[in-house]
């Protein structure tokens, strides 16, 4: 082995070796990174499917199998029920985290009617899902029940 050559791979070898160190001591990130912010930027349901849903349920929806089962999306019958798909979207369930605090009722909506018509083979006619539907499926707030005026008004 000649000596420059020899130099330079030992450089290489540096150069490595200052690229794991300072690797290290970057803050160790255990989980994926969906995004950068505490809310998703995302609009359009193909870009939030590809942040949030494609780590797990893969990007062609096919699933995975891994520290847990993540279903396939792909073909997956349990996608005509709009309220089902909402409430895994909204509230998750298990290894499935919720959305519902870092999307708004559009975002859901979008990735939700992404998701129907890119795997499930439904119906034609079959209407897309609306943010209303998912304003019906978060859970109803706890305090503020409107009766409550009313009834220490009635009781004075
Ligand atoms: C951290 C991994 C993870 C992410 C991210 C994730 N899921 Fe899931 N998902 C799961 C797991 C695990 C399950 C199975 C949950 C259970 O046991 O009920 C699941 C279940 C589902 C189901 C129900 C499937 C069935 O057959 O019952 C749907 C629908 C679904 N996910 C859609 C989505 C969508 C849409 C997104 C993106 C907004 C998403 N998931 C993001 C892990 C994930």
Not at 29 to 51: K, N
Not at 55 to 81: E, F, I, T
Not at 102 to 116: F, K, M, P, W, Y
Not at 119 to 132: C, H, Q, R, V, Y
């Amino acid at each position: 082995m000649s000596t420059p050559a020899s130099r330079l791979l030992a450089a290489l070898l540096l150069a490595l070796a200052a690229g794991r160190a300072s690797a290290a001591d970057a803050p160790a990130v255990s989980e994926p990174q969906f995004s950068s912010g505490w809310r998703f930027e995302q609009r359009s349901g193909a870009a939030i499917y590809g942040a949030l849903c494609a780590a797990c349920h893969m990007p062609d929806g096919r699933g995975a199998r891994g520290a847990a089962a993540y279903p396939a999306l792909q073909g997956n019958a349990k996608l005509a029920s709009a309220p089902y798909l909402l409430h895994m979207i909204v509230n998750g369930n298990r290894a499935m985290p919720g959305f519902g605090s870092q999307l708004s009722n559009e975002q859901i909506a979008a990735v939700a009617s992404h998701v129907r018509q890119r795997f499930a083979s439904l119906p034609t006619g079959e209407p897309a899902i609306n943010p209303a539907d998912v304003q019906a499926l978060r859970p109803a707030p706890q305090s503020s029940s409107p009766s409550t005026p009313a009834a220490s008004a009635v009781a004075h």
